[in-house]
């Protein structure tokens, strides 16, 4: 009988913690590029470019339509998993879990908020945000992007950290910031 109950406490634990997962959190140096990330650092970072498969135009300005922006430019699959956003004040969120240069590497953050109606909490994050590029969260820092149109946020992690990989972060930051700017 204790061998049973063994069993299921542990089937139940590799559960939760596969569900509470970010990505591919190994330490760098298993991942197969952190041989080239060591020697690389010598040479100048490669240039990334994102291919723009939607065009901002084509999509509304909306969570919907920056999910679709982001979504099809990324080749991110499905809907993503909703987030409970009302903890940083914001009025919906997605995550998506997906791979560049390395099994699901990337999670990537999306969060809504509504300029002319911020309660305390959200016009806390952003100040952080816009000030120091992160925010700070049940005792954590958590490092984030605001859009240039001040409506979106966006919590990105890349476990990966070659050159390749930092170049194409800054390209999806920048797709991000940019979008519905004006």
Known sequence: MKKIGIVSIAAVMALLLTACGTGNVSPSSSHPSS??????????????????????????DSFAGLKSYLGKNLSLQG???????????????????????????????????????????????????????????????VDATLSDSGKYLMIYKDTATDSSSKAYDAEVKKMFRKFKAD
């Open 35 to 60: 041989k080239a990330s060591a020697t690389s650092s010598q040479a100048p970072a490669p240039v990334v470019s994102i291919p723009e498969k939607v065009s901002q135009g084509s999509v509304p």
């Open 79 to 141: 809907d993503g998993k909703s987030m409970c956003s009302d903890i940083i004040g914001a009025g919906s969120g997605v995550r998506y879990i997906y791979g560049h240069n390395g099994k699901d590497n990337v999670t990537l953050e999306l969060y809504e908020y509504n300029p002319a109606n911020l309660n305390s909490t959200a016009q806390k994050v952003i100040s952080e945000v816009k000030g120091k590029g992160h925010f700070s969260l049940l005792g954590q820092q």
